[in-house]
């Protein structure tokens, strides 16, 4: 009777660990500089960019710092990742979701008109984030972006 229950408590410790990592969602908070050589970046004339990520369910704040077409650039936007409406510096409106694993973010430029879509992912060991920068109009090109942990 006592290996069973022993048994029935460490089953039960396994499947809450497993539950628990299925059902959180990837933490990007960190460090994060573009591989460049490992991206597609669409024409896109970006030649560096860091971004400082911290994320606290469920919001999602980031600083990027970037060297795009010899002009240097910074940004930082806070959204949520509940699905619940934002409003962007630019004063677009910006709405992220979890898709599984993939975080999706939604913009919406202030004039109403469609701005893009962007998928990020990190891989299982924490070291690698991907996003995939969809824009809706014309101006841009789709971009595949791979990040390395620093």
């Given at each position: 009777m006592k290996a069973l229950r022993k048994l029935f408590l460490i089953s039960s410790a396994v499947l809450g660990v497993v539950a628990l990592s299925a059902s959180s969602k990837p933490d990007f908070t960190g460090t994060w500089k573009l591989n460049v050589e490992k991206s597609d970046l669409g024409g896109a004339p970006i030649t560096e960019l860091v971004a400082q990520i911290q994320y606290k369910d469920p919001e999602f704040k980031y600083t990027a710092k970037a060297a795009v077409g010899g002009q240097a650039f910074e940004e930082?936007?806070?959204?949520?990742?509940?699905?619940?409406?934002?409003?962007?510096?630019?004063?677009?409106?910006?709405?992220?979701?979890?898709?599984?694993?993939?975080?999706?973010?939604?913009?919406?430029?202030?004039?109403?008109?469609?701005?893009?879509?962007?998928?990020?992912?990190?891989?299982?060991?924490?070291?690698?984030a991907t996003r995939d920068y969809l824009p809706k109009g014309e101006q841009d090109q789709p971009r595949h972006e791979v990040y390395d942990k620093q």
């Amino acid at each position: 009777m006592k290996a069973l229950r022993k048994l029935f408590l460490i089953s039960s410790a396994v499947l809450g660990v497993v539950a628990l990592s299925a059902s959180s969602k990837p933490d990007f908070t960190g460090t994060w500089k573009l591989n460049v050589e490992k991206s597609d970046l669409g024409g896109a004339p970006i030649t560096e960019l860091v971004a400082q990520i911290q994320y606290k369910d469920p919001e999602f704040k980031y600083t990027a710092k970037a060297a795009v077409g010899g002009q240097a650039f910074e940004e930082t936007e806070t959204f949520r990742t509940d699905g619940k409406p934002s409003q962007d510096s630019r004063g677009g409106s910006m709405t992220a979701h979890w898709d599984g694993m993939a975080l999706v973010v939604e913009v919406t430029a202030p004039d109403g008109s469609p701005g893009y879509t962007s998928r990020m992912t990190l891989s299982e060991d924490g070291k690698t984030a991907t996003r995939d920068y969809l824009p809706k109009g014309e101006q841009d090109q789709p971009r595949h972006e791979v990040y390395d942990k620093q």
